[in-house]
């Protein structure tokens, strides 16, 4: 099948159900991965759809939505573990360190639990749940937790005036910071009004901002942007990224660090 056929039913799918996986789209029509994603670019560039996070929607379907933690922390296994690993490697014992909400902001804080002496102020109450239960087991070795509070979100993130206002006192050394969706034009996204915001103090905060996002973030854009590429000292991705974005990013951002998956 030709490429303007494939999309030519890929279009037709979205604008029926409002809606289409990336995974149902390889198994459909038995191509890569990587083929439809191209797919959906050439859609997206067109204005036939608009790309989120694992597929992409008609246009005009808001894209707010917002997965639980638990359904995102099932997706790109290897991939944030790669990213994670890597970025946990830039924490220094003895630092304050500022945690986001999202699965591969959770991954790197789950490498953390160890590093001596350090502070970790977090908006995630996955996060904060993590810390406690590690506070439980190994005593006054593992890391202070400082949690923010505020209201949460179906994602688990704390936001709302009391986080953003606990947060606007805080200086840390770095910030890890997850994002719902990564892209040259809209720069870090989040569906989330409140967490945009939260986000936002969060960087404000952060003598240093590593970003943490796997290959499937990049070209999604979600509603509501709260930092540009420029803001951002590191970004830690995989080598999933295709070498396009990888061009773009590294021109953007402080440093690009790429991580390599498990048989990657």
Do not use: C, Y
Request: charged share 20%.
């Amino acid at each position: 099948m030709l490429a303007q056929q494939r999309r030519a039913l890929i279009l037709e799918q979205v604008r029926r159900d409002g809606a289409v996986r990336v995974t149902e789209l390889v198994e459909l029509f038995g191509v890569s991965d990587m083929t439809i994603r191209r797919d959906l670019d050439s859609l997206a560039r067109g204005g036939g759809v608009e790309k989120v996070h694992g597929g992409a929607v008609a246009v005009g379907v808001a894209t707010a939505d917002e997965p639980g933690f638990e359904a995102k922390s099932t997706r790109e296994s290897a991939a944030k573990a790669a990213v994670a690993d890597a970025a946990a490697a830039l924490v220094e014992p003895g630092s304050v360190v500022a945690v986001s909400a999202g699965t591969t902001a959770f991954a790197v804080a789950s490498r953390l639990l160890t590093v001596p002496q350090l502070t970790v102020v977090t908006n995630s109450l996955p996060v904060a749940e993590l810390l406690r239960a590690a506070g439980r087991e190994l005593g006054e070795t593992a890391p202070t937790l400082l949690l923010t509070g505020g209201s949460p979100t179906r994602s688990a993130a704390l936001v709302g005036p009391l986080a953003d206002q606990a947060i606007r006192t805080l200086h840390v050394d770095l910030l890890i910071l997850g994002a719902h969706g990564v892209s040259e034009q809209a720069g870090l996204t989040t569906p989330n009004l409140g967490e945009a915001e939260t986000n936002r103090a969060l960087v404000a905060g952060a003598r240093r901002v590593v970003v943490v996002a796997d290959h499937t973030k990049w070209g999604v854009v979600a509603l509501s942007s709260f930092a540009r590429l420029t803001d951002v000292d590191v970004l830690v991705t995989d080598d999933g990224l295709p070498a396009q974005a990888r061009t773009v990013l590294a021109e953007a951002v402080g440093e690009l660090v790429v991580a390599t998956r498990p048989g990657g």
